[in-house]
């Protein structure tokens, strides 16, 4: 959650708590006071979610990618390894167009920090089915859906590219809440798979 959110929150509860329980406003216009503040929080505190151009988070997002890359001497199937490469290619370029851009900062290291570790988590499942020599209808199943979550990946990349192109800005964390939520069911596979590995 971005830190103005719980800014807000943080001064609207304690905006509450003093007019309602300590000054014994009614509570309707307890609430409604406290609403008015939690906006204006999130407007006032709207810096706090600026991020800056950071060589060490860059260099990490680099190895990130690297990681990504070295998937394609790994992973056979040649529709992954296009996924693979073109997220590289587009993920390298991005990171050298920072230095020209560094306003768009914030929204590339918001989508990096979320994408990037789990490109890796999704990959290092498939390689693992892939290297199997028989799998089950729903580790085939579980394949296909990695396979067409690389291609939303893709995707998301694409428009964190084009936000770095255009001077219209895309609302890159609505994309990634969006994104989050189709891939959560994903995860809770994931999760268990490396339960069982760990088992």
Not at 119 to 137: H, V
Request: aromatic share 10%; with cysteine.
């Amino acid at each position: 959650m971005k830190k103005r959110y719980i800014y807000g929150a943080v001064l609207s509860a304690t905006l509450f708590i003093l007019l309602y329980i300590i000054f014994n406003f009614p509570p309707l216009i307890a609430i409604i006071l406290a609403v008015v503040t939690y906006i204006g929080g999130i407007l006032l505190f709207k810096e706090k979610d600026v991020r800056k151009y950071d060589a060490g988070i860059t260099m990490h997002h680099c190895y990130l990618v690297s990681k990504i890359n070295n998937y394609t001497n790994l992973i056979k199937d040649e529709k992954v390894n296009k996924n693979i490469k073109d997220i590289s290619v587009k993920a390298e370029k991005i990171i050298q167009m920072l230095q020209q851009k560094p306003d768009k900062v914030t929204q590339i290291y918001d989508g990096f920090d979320y994408y990037l570790p789990f490109t890796i988590r999704i990959l290092e499942q498939y390689w693992n089915l892939e290297s199997k020599d028989k799998i089950t209808e729903e580790e085939k199943k579980f394949r296909d859906e990695i396979n067409d979550t690389l291609d939303v990946i893709e995707n998301e990349i694409d428009k964190l590219l084009e936000n770095m192109n255009y001077t219209k800005m895309i609302d890159i964390n609505a994309s990634i809440e969006v994104f989050k939520k189709q891939a959560s069911k994903l995860e809770k596979k994931i999760d268990g798979k490396e339960s069982e590995d760990n088992a």
